[in-house]
């Protein structure tokens, strides 16, 4: 049986780490962290998602807002608004929320932003940081993550990892941060063009699937005291449900966790860690940011 990686209570760790460096931060006198979300439309699952923002960084000591606009807002409206935004002193980290209306285009929209302010680190010059090994800010799923890891004992050195997807967001930053100097695991990337995939997959000692496809890896896919990492949150119909549906992971959790040494579970596994990282990469924003006046 599988030791449990509770993301929700190691997220809860990062979080008061998060408060006690903000306070510490204010103690000396400079103004706490400030995150501005700009939220566009109304996605019922977007704005349940910035909500949860809203009250972990209040939580965190962070002074926060939301941007809201309609779905018609332009995309040249939009690039206004992030403009100025970053050029904002009184502003240190800039979130778009995710995903935008059709006609507006999210990479120009995500390119725009001052990349010292992209605390979701999908800019492609914090891309280039992290596969640089540069001080960056890092996508908060792939960092939660690392500091899933980091926080369970679970070291990596000469370590073989195996990720199932590819994606911006997750899978590639998480190859890069695994392959870092001083973390030193041995990385493999799959795709939907993988000869063999379970192949690969049962060779794996760090496995992590960050596909989006309900219960892909399953018990023969994993091998025996391996770490499993499950990033899906997939939605399946289900009538005993009052909401009408569970979420379950690209993971069949009920079979591996019977064959895995560690596994996260879904929900309360990666999910929480990605404010939990946000929050983090807010404070590093307002001190890089202060840092940087002191010194023009």
């Known amino acids: 049986m599988a030791n449990l990686i509770d993301g929700k209570a190691i ?17 000396q006198g400079h103004r706490p962290p400030h995150l501005a979300v700009v939220l566009v439309g109304d996605n019922p699952a977007s704005a349940s998602y910035v909500r949860g923002k809203m ?101 990596l050195s000469g370590q073989r990892a195996v990720v199932i997807g590819r994606s ?15 973390t030193d695991a041995t990385v493999t990337v799959c795709h939907s063009r993988t000869r063999d995939l379970p192949a690969v997959a049962r060779e794996a000692d760090i496995l992590v699937a960050a596909i989006g496809r309900a219960h892909f890896v399953t018990a023969d896919m994993v091998k025996p005291g391996a770490v499993v990492i499950d990033v899906g949150i997939n939605r399946i119909d289900d009538a005993t449900r009052e909401r009408g549906y569970r979420l379950v992971g690209d993971v069949d959790f009920e079979a591996v966790k019977e064959k895995a ?22 404070l590093t924003a307002a001190q890089r940011l202060a840092a940087t006046r002191q010194t023009v």
């Open 55 to 155: 009250k972990a960084s209040q939580g965190a000591g962070i002074d926060s807002e939301t941007l809201k606009y309609d779905t018609d807002l332009s995309e040249a409206e939009l690039l206004q608004l992030i403009d100025r935004l970053n050029h904002d002193d009184a502003v240190d980290g800039i979130l778009v929320q995710l995903p935008l209306p059709d006609h507006i285009d999210a990479d120009k929209v995500i390119q725009s932003l001052n990349p010292d302010k992209d605390v979701d680190g999908l800019h492609v010059v914090n891309a280039g940081r992290l596969a640089t090994g540069q001080a960056g800010f890092v996508p908060c799923t792939p960092a939660g993550i690392m500091e899933l890891l980091d926080r369970s004992g679970i070291n």
């Open 168 to 182: 911006n967001l997750v899978g590639k930053p998480l190859a890069n941060l695994m392959l870092r100097k001083g």
């Open 261 to 282: 040494g560690w596994i996260t579970p879904v929900p309360g596994g990666v999910g929480p860690m990605t404010i939990a990282m946000l929050l983090r990469n807010t």
């Open 11 to 27: 997220s809860a760790q990062v979080r008061a780490d998060v408060r006690a460096d903000v306070d510490a931060w204010t103690a």
